[in-house]
């Protein structure tokens, strides 16, 4: 009982003290920083049940701090990169999971029924290349998509040599290929409408996902 209740106010201290306010809607959510060290503490506090411990008040602060680190990490580069990509086309939304996730719309990226990178696009991708080097814990996940023009296998081979495009190119700017994992879509996953020229744009598209690191060094 006494754990739990070192549990409880560790998360109530955190969550008063992430609080922030989103200027656009006046709401209040928290910050990166505080989602991380609330699932830290979360974590160590459940790892430590588990495994039979008798301080989980103490792994739970363990964790937390390990979280915060986390939150920290992703918070710093999830604002580099929207400084980065402002005026781009690229979007940048840090998702409910921690991780970043970037949208980079066909218009921008490649010409139509084409794997080659658009090369007014390729400045883009050194800014991102640059922050992936500098913020080296992560993993990304590239994912390709297509509109629904076509066949659905050339489509789905379409998706992924797209994906591989702008991971050959961040690998050729130092990126480590280890830490970059490739997925193909292509016309599966339509995020807009494919029976106009605007919808099939939007659907033509690469999607990074930053990952969040389980820890930072």
Excluded: W
Excluded at 30 to 56: H, P, R, Y
Aim: proline share 4%; net charge positive; with cysteine.
């Amino acid at each position: 009982m006494r754990n739990t209740l070192i549990v409880a106010a560790l998360a109530s201290g955190l969550a008063l003290s992430g609080c922030t306010t989103d200027p656009n809607t006046g709401q209040q959510r928290l910050n990166k920083t505080a989602i991380g060290t609330l699932a830290g503490a979360a974590g160590g506090a459940t790892i430590s049940k588990a495994t039979g411990g008798s301080k989980t008040g103490r792994d739970a602060a363990i964790g937390a701090a390990l979280g915060a680190g986390v939150g920290y990490y992703m918070e710093r580069q999830a604002k580099q990169l929207e400084q980065q990509m402002a005026g781009t086309g690229v979007t940048v939304t840090p998702n409910a999971n921690g991780n970043i996730d970037l949208v980079m719309p066909g218009n921008i990226t490649f010409a139509f029924d084409s794997a080659s990178l658009n090369p007014s696009f390729r400045p883009t991708l050194d800014k991102l290349a640059a922050t992936m080097n500098e913020y080296n814990q992560n993993t990304v996940t590239i994912a390709g998509h297509t509109d629904s023009v076509g066949n659905p296998s050339y489509n789905m081979n379409l998706s992924r040599d797209r994906a591989n495009s702008v991971r050959n190119y961040l690998v050729n700017r130092g990126v480590a290929g280890n830490r970059i994992n490739v997925v193909a879509y292509g016309q599966t996953r339509p995020i807009a409408d494919n029976s106009t020229d605007y919808g099939r744009q939007q659907n033509r598209r690469v999607e990074l996902t930053v990952n969040a690191p389980s820890s930072v060094r």
